[in-house]
């Protein structure tokens, strides 16, 4: 594998939107026990339904551990998915694997930025996470792309979106949190997301929704539907503890040019809920200590904007609940072109993220 010492953006290389087509999408099998209640045995059930869901429309492939090999491949039967053996710490390639790059010219790069578990030893859901931070590295490998390694820049695919034309959208809450790069301040941020995505413009969302473990990942809470247009979590509901991030948001939006100088259209999507585990649910998950706390009186980050966009196709999450129709028929409204799937997400929530997080769209060169 051939690792690049310049930026992508020197090497003609940008980021493309999700929309922009795919020639394939990863995944990682759940099973760690002190995040996946039950051995990961539901989760894995979950993710199976992903991972097919996703299958009808292009490829697929799930990295399993050596111990779940023979699992994972029975499980996964679907011709369209393909199983390799990687080890990983847990499955959130969405922040572990690479993010990648193309040049409009049949290249295929990827951006291995360095990974701390969220947050490291000040707030990190686990450690240690060696075998996470090579995730991205093993899968550019196994593709024969070249990678940009950004050694001592930590960052996560969730916590960033693009429009593939110059506009990225992300957090303060993430990336200026102290425990992701301290000794960089916004505008040494955003100039190393200039080098490496080739955007222009980024866009600060104060925070993301409330009580995600990742310090706010916009990928749970606000995304791009188009060029211009932007989808974002909502609850008029001033009790509700996202009422003031959801407005503090609206009031950045609406007061922000993208890359190209457009006014955003700001599409709402409501926020179901709330949404709680159960106690049987937490007591499922193993105990460990230095691991993410599973409480019954946590409110769940659940958001029906964190789904993936595939070649034809929305795969988004439901969580039995009465806002499930409404979020489905709104992803129609503004996804003319695409076939909606809602596939169940609850056991996804359980371990702390959704769709958008277990996935890693890889766009065709
Ligand atoms: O949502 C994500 N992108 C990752 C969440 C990690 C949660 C681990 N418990």
Redesign the pocket.
Known sequence: MTSQTRSPRADGFSMPAEWAPHSRTWMVWPERPD?WRLGGKPAQTAFTAVAKAIADFEPVTVCVSAGQYENARARLDHPAIRVVEISTD?A?V??TGPTFVTDGQGGLRGIDWAFN??GGFDGG??APWQRDDQVASKILEIEGCSRYRTEGFVL????IHVDGEGTLITTEECLLNRNRNPHLDRQQIEAVLHEHLAVDKVIWLPEGLFN???DG?V??FCCFVRPGEVLLAWTDDQQNPNYPRCQAALRVLENVEDACGRRLTVHKMPIPGPLYATAEECAGVDLVSG??ERNPSSRL?GSYV?FLIVNGGIIAPKFDDPMDLVAESLLKRLFPQHQVVMVPGREILL????I???TQQQPAP
């Open positions: 995040n847990d959130w969405r922040d578990a969220w859901l686990y996560e695919g969730g916590s995600d473990e990742t990942h990928d749970n691991s993410q980050a964190n371990g702390g993220g959704n958008h997080c277990i």
